[in-house]
């Protein structure tokens, strides 16, 4: 395995250390432009949640910037964890497509005996100090399940009745 290194390089195709052809490879499933996409699309979510967030701080007797800095702090987790998570080969996350619809189910049915209440809607769950909605957990773990259905009826596929309402109900 190899061990990735940030450094503080101008040159962005040295994110997490790796080289541009780690990144446009097609061995490593990977494509420099859908980088950059999903890069400009943090950039211009943060820019949203800052010019929009001025209000909401003065009511939570915080500031805009202290704020926003949060939110890029949780944008670059992800942005590690989506780096991470890209290496995973997907037919290791096939293979746990099951577990993964069972512990969102946990999750979803603990919302409603250990949920915390956020302006008046009980949605989050706080596990070790850590926050999260267990909705976000359910919705990856259903599309990957759903794309491992889908593989599967591959042979009647286009049989509605079949391949398709067993998946909805």
């Known amino acids: 395995t190899q ?27 990977s494509d420099r432009v859908l ?17 929009s967030i001025a209000s909401f701080a003065i009511e939570e007797g915080n500031t ?3 704020l ?11 942005f590690v964890v989506m780096l991470i998570t890209s290496k995973i080969k997907y037919h290791k996350l096939a293979k746990l497509s099951h577990v993964g619809m069972v512990i969102s189910w ?16 009980t949605r989050w769950l706080n596990l070790g100090g850590i926050e999260f909605q267990p909705s976000s957990v359910a ?9 491992v259905l889908l593989r599967e009826k591959q042979g009647y596929i286009k049989d509605f009745k079949n391949a398709f309402l067993p998946i909805m109900f």
């Open 106 to 121: 946990i999750l979803l049915i603990a919302v409603f005996a250990f949920g915390i209440t956020r302006h008046g809607a």
């Open 139 to 147: 919705s990856i773990a259903l599309l990957i399940h759903i794309s």
């Open 64 to 66: 805009p910037f202290g």
């Open 35 to 51: 980088l950059m996409a999903i890069i400009g699309l943090m950039i211009f979510g943060v820019m949203a949640v800052y010019s």
């Open 3 to 29: 061990v990735l290194y940030s450094t503080a390089h101008n040159n962005l195709s040295n994110v997490l250390g790796t080289s541009p052809e780690d990144i446009d490879t097609s061995k490593n499933g």
């Open 68 to 78: 926003a800095f949060r939110h890029l702090v949780k944008v670059g987790i992800a």
